[in-house]
């Protein structure tokens, strides 16, 4: 199930003392490594997110511990059969449960040169959009969709994405919001996300 909280800037000071003990000592220590407010706030909003949709979908109440691979991608301890993934953009958070590998990516629509799009666009991707008036929107939902795929095993940035094109991206579901795009990748069908608030949230994990 995808899980989306909307207008995470718009939350303060106020949101992470509510939210600290409901993080995990080592999400702590990972916000501790921030120095900016709101990445704090979304590093913590897309932890809570997690443990919301663990409690919803699995009955798990633990504050729960990642195991990360090689590459990075993380996992819940514990919990082998269960894959999620996190993501967050300036003003909106994202959080992907499900039975089998899953990734997720959320990302803000605003302006991007071509000049720029030349490092994750192929050749025919930029000749295409540059015939495209309104090409920021779409520039954005691409980068959205191939930044999804490469979380997928956790290579990130490491992965070429001039080649992500065509049915390399089969498996990925976009959706465009108020002003994001949130890409997700799932062999099942598509799903109509689940949006959620944070008095939601904190009412399910004080429950």
Known sequence: MLYILEDSDKLGADFLTEA?????LQRIRRLDELRIEGDKINCAAAYLMLRYALRKEYGINDNIGFTFTGHGKPYPDGYPDIYFNLSHCRNSCACIVSDRETAVDIA?????????AGYFCSDEEL???????????ELIRLWSRKECLSKLDGKGLLTDFKKLTGDTLKNIHTIRGRNYYCSY?????????VFISTDEIFTTLNT
């Open 20 to 24: 600290i003990p409901h993080l995990s």
């Open 108 to 116: 803000d629509i605003r302006r991007v040169s071509l000049r720029t």
């Open 127 to 137: 000749e295409r959009l540059s015939c495209e008036p309104e090409n920021n929107a």
């Open 185 to 193: 990748y799932s062999t099942k069908d598509k799903t109509d996300p």
